[in-house]
Nanobody
């Protein structure tokens, strides 16, 4: 399994931007999909965005469309989540994940991902 390490979380003001990074321990093969999920205290982990390593096709949760951009850097074995915030939000942990042989339909399902990072916290303040 590929190991993942997130970075880039922190405090951002409403209306500001933040970029999360996910470093993979090795180059994911073309069969991999990289995903981002978020989890607020007392809530279930929910899908944010995903990208397929093979063709860079992407999918976003409705809440992130137009605000978030997911991308990959083949040379660095990394993927990124660029977030543009709109309004204050409760603190949430953002997790990077990797799974194999996902389809456009299944890439939103957290159970399809076998590898997870440790999470990085994001706080959007007023």
């Amino acid at each position: 399994q590929v190991q993942l390490v997130e970075s880039g979380g922190g405090l951002v003001q409403a209306g500001g931007s933040l970029r999360l990074s996910c470093a993979a321990s090795r180059r994911p093969s073309s069969s991999y999909t990289m995903g981002w999920f978020r989890q607020a205290p007392g809530k279930e982990r929910e899908f944010v965005a995903a990208i397929r390593w093979s063709d860079t096709s992407t999918r976003y949760a409705d809440s992130g469309k137009g605000r978030f951009t997911i991308s990959i850097d083949n040379a660095k074995n990394m993927d990124y989540l660029q977030m543009n915030s709109r309004k204050p939000e409760a603190p949430a942990d953002y997790y990077c994940a990797a799974g194999r042989y996902l389809t456009i339909a299944t890439m939103t399902n957290r159970r399809e991902y076998a590898s997870w990072g440790q999470g990085t916290q994001v706080i959007v303040s007023s």
